[in-house]
């Protein structure tokens, strides 16, 4: 079973709509993150959370709220979807072991279009 | 402002060469740099990484070269496989964060 699991993994959803990414990971990590990936731009970070009580924004956090339900589930939210919200996004998951340092290690992605 | 770059979008390589995928970045208090691989509909796999107080970490085939001076890190891979096809992120990790490149897509041939 992998260790990082996205769901749903593909979605398509019209302009205005309510909609959640949920994440969840057996590695027993603590930190978690939400990613997108655009075409040409690479992966870009959204928000992350050291722990339940800890919510961080990333640097593209407007239009996406979190929330952290336990160590193993962080979901991403679009309270409104719009077209440039069209991407792919990533889960990725770290321990606290590597101190500043931290190796993610992702999940397989959902990709979600917005009409 | 792009402060890890990736300047060759693609790369493609004879099957059992050496593959060099490069990447620059621009704040010189970046103090960990990995390498991830990603294949189509898969999430980014970690590959490889080196602290900025080292200047070469290998595993198999898979050598990273750091230089600090030049802001300059190197992904080598000896020798190329079909296998190892696969778009490669250079990614900097200040604190506790990943910030990654624009990504450079390899593909072996045979």
């Known amino acids: 079973d992998a260790d990082v699991t996205q769901t749903p993994r593909n979605r398509i959803t019209k302009t205005g709509k309510r909609i959640m990414l949920e994440c969840s990971q057996t590695k027993g990590h603590d930190r978690m993150y939400w990613y997108r990936q655009d075409p040409g731009l690479g992966l870009r970070l959204i928000y992350y959370?050291?722990?339940?009580?800890?919510?961080n924004k990333g640097e593209i956090s407007d239009g996406y709220s979190v929330s952290r339900q336990a160590q193993a589930k962080f979901s991403l939210s679009l309270e409104s979807a719009i077209p440039n919200q069209t991407a792919l996004y990533f889960c990725?998951?770290?321990?606290?072991?590597?101190?500043?340092?931290?190796?993610?290690?992702f999940g397989p992605g959902t990709r979600l279009t917005v009409l | 402002d792009q402060q890890v770059k990736q300047n060759s979008p693609s790369l493609s390589v004879q099957e059992g060469r050496i593959s060099i995928l490069n990447c620059d970045y621009t704040?010189?208090?970046?103090?960990?740099f990995l390498w991830y691989k990603k294949y189509p509909a898969e999430g980014p796999t970690f590959l490889i990484s080196?602290?900025?107080?080292?200047d070469k970490n290998e595993d198999g085939r898979f050598t990273v070269f750091l230089n600090k001076s030049a802001k300059h890190l190197s992904l080598h891979i000896v020798p190329s496989q079909p296998g190892d096809s696969a778009v490669y992120f250079c990614a900097a990790s200040p604190f506790y964060k990943l910030i990654f490149g624009t990504g450079t897509r390899l593909q072996v041939f045979p």
């Open positions: 704040n010189s208090m970046f103090d960990y």
């Open positions: 080196i602290s900025s107080i080292k």
């Open positions: 959370s050291f722990d339940v009580k800890d919510i």
């Open positions: 990725a998951t770290s321990d606290a072991s590597g101190g500043t340092t931290d190796t993610q290690y």
